[in-house]
């Protein structure tokens, strides 16, 4: 028997079948991640001629071929233990060949918000999600004390729903090869720059405020001398609102809402100023 707990495949390529992973018997994969693999033929993500194969809590989205993009299945029986994310757009899930009985915990179909392949500690390499992501807390652990990374697991967020697991301790748990710490309750910062229509004049003085979801003030700044502003001391791991004023401009958006998964930059404004008319002599 095969098995693939807590590991991320990716970046991988194949001229035939299984760009990611190749199960040519029976296999068994828990809390993974397969993800950004790519055949010439079929199952970008996973392929499998036949036998048995079960996945758990694992994210298999993101891979590309030109037949059945994330998983291929030519006979056998293919299983699901839920908690899984499936497939990238509409209908990768169920374009796999022989079907898998999915259920009601797996979530299929949607772009899972993971970034670039990277080193965020640990020995291997791993796809941190952004906080909040499909599978935040909609996994199960499967008995895993630990990610991929050797880090804590189940590390639940008090603000968002879980899935429900056999085992209670484990709700919590996110789904794939990493899971997601705790958010600190301070230290990020939101930077930009606010300048006119034409990006060579900066408006200096400009009024910024960063505000929740539910609209309480977080901070607030003005612009400097070279237009640029910075908010610090933001909570890590929410969704803010970023908003710009300035007498003598408009500014479309006037605001713009941010995830904060660490220091955020680049939240540029651009602001425009109405022509003012010469009063005749």
């Known amino acids: 028997m095969f098995g693939t707990i807590g590991a991320t495949i990716s970046g991988n390529s194949d001229t035939g079948q299984g760009g990611g992973l190749c199960l040519f018997t029976t296999g068994i994969v828990r809390n993974s991640t397969i993800t950004n693999n790519q055949s010439a033929d079929e199952g970008g993500g996973l392929y499998a001629p036949g036998g ?20 291929s299945v030519d006979s056998g029986t293919p299983a699901s233990s839920g908690f ?66 050797g880090m804590p697991r189940t590390i639940d967020f008090p603000i968002v729903a879980n899935a429900t697991c056999g085992n209670p301790s484990e709700n919590g748990t996110d789904i794939g090869a990493f899971e997601l710490p705790t958010p600190t309750a301070g230290g990020a910062f939101v ?34 001398s070279f237009g ?14 970023v908003s710009v004023s300035s007498k003598g401009y408009t500014f479309d958006p006037s605001s713009q809402v941010v995830q904060v998964d660490g220091d955020t930059v680049d939240v540029n404004f651009v602001g425009s100023s109405p022509t003012r008319r010469r009063r005749g002599r």
């Open 52 to 71: 048995t194969f079960d996945i758990g809590s694992t994210i298999i989205s993101g891979n590309s071929a030109p037949e059945r993009p994330e998983i």
């Open 228 to 241: 640029v502003f910075t908010v610090s001391d933001v909570p890590v791991g929410g969704i803010y609102v």
């Open 84 to 149: 899984n994310l499936i497939g990238n757009s509409t209908g990768d899930a169920q374009d796999i060949g022989v079907a898998i009985s999915y259920q009601a915990s797996d979530i299929l179909n949607t772009a899972p918000v993971l970034g670039p392949l990277a080193d965020n500690g640990g020995p291997t390499f791993t796809h941190r999600p952004a906080y909040f992501f499909p599978g935040h807390d909609k996994g199960c652990a499967f008995g895993a004390t630990l990610d991929q990374r």
């Open 191 to 224: 930077s930009g720059r606010v300048t006119d229509s034409s990006g060579k004049t900066v408006v200096i003085g400009a009024q910024v405020m960063v505000t929740d979801v539910g609209g309480k003030r977080v901070g607030s700044t003005t612009t400097n």
